[in-house]
């Protein structure tokens, strides 16, 4: 069972110590760094040999996503976070901290001190934004020169934060006719509520059909899942088109259902 993965957030902003470093307002690539998802594309040593260490996931590639004053990093063992800042033309991180989970691959467990200690510090910063797929390049003090590939947020794409909800899915799909998903595709789902702690707050809603697919998620017939997921309202839909796109933000229970 995958359980309660959408506290992490809460676990970095109480264990993360103040950041040290000083950021002026406002730098030009904040906004440019904050509308992607960051995907490690190369990594290479300062004497041009690839960093293989950084690629235990080949399928999931390492991921940095930036907000106002802290970053992320997805898809090494634990999820690490910390805050940094923008100073002429470098990114400097000073401190991160990680969830203490543990990875049965030695390859995947040894990714946290694999990126954490390349990002550490200050690293020059290079931002490509002309063509389709923008590109950002650091380098660090020992010379390793990672670059990584832009792909928009989904708040970028929609144009808006969305709206945080709770959807339990049922195991088995819902007959429908009219959905974008196809024809007898349709999820049932009904919402669910937690406080902070992550415990459960008052009665899930009604079970109804989902007629709009969740983007990021592929369901599995027989498996009951609890999902947080973003909601967006599309301001002006094609013809045929919904009015609301959900995207998967995380999987906060994942179980086989009994028969």
């Known amino acids: 069972m995958k359980a309660l993965a959408w506290l992490l957030p809460l676990a970095f902003a109480a264990c993360a110590p103040a950041a040290r470093v000083v950021d002026p307002p406002g730098p030009p690539e904040r906004a440019v760094l904050m509308r992607h998802h960051w995907s490690l594309a190369d990594a290479r040593d300062a004497g041009g040999a690839r960093i293989g260490a950084l690629f235990a996931r080949p399928q999931q590639p390492l991921q940095i996503d930036f907000d106002q004053t802290r970053l992320a990093i997805d898809h090494a063992c634990n999820r690490i976070g910390g805050a940094y800042a923008l100073l002429e033309g470098h990114l400097v991180v000073e401190d991160l901290v990680q969830t203490m989970m543990a990875c049965a691959d030695p390859a995947v467990a040894a990714l946290d001190a694999a990126i954490g200690d390349r990002l ?19 380098v660090n003090a020992q010379g390793d020169r990672l670059r990584f590939v832009g792909r928009l947020t989904a708040a970028a794409r929609y144009g808006g934060a969305g ?15 009219d959905s974008t998903a196809g024809v007898g595709a349709c999820l049932n789902v009904r919402e669910r509520r937690y406080d902070a702690s992550g415990l459960l707050v008052g ?8 007629r709009e697919p969740i983007e990021g998620y592929a369901h599995e017939n027989g498996v009951r899942t609890v999902l947080r997921v973003m909601r967006y309202r599309i301001a002006d839909p094609k013809p045929g088109m919904p009015e609301t796109a959900y995207v998967l933000d995380a999987i906060i229970e994942s179980a086989v259902a009994t028969p």
Do not use: K, N
């Open 203 to 210: 009665e899930p809603g009604a079970w109804q059909i989902l």
């Open 163 to 177: 709206e945080r909800m709770f959807f339990e899915v049922a195991p088995r799909t819902a007959a429908c006719a």
């Open 120 to 138: 550490r510090g200050r690293s020059a910063l290079t931002l490509q934004t002309a063509g389709d797929v923008p590109a950002l390049t650091l």
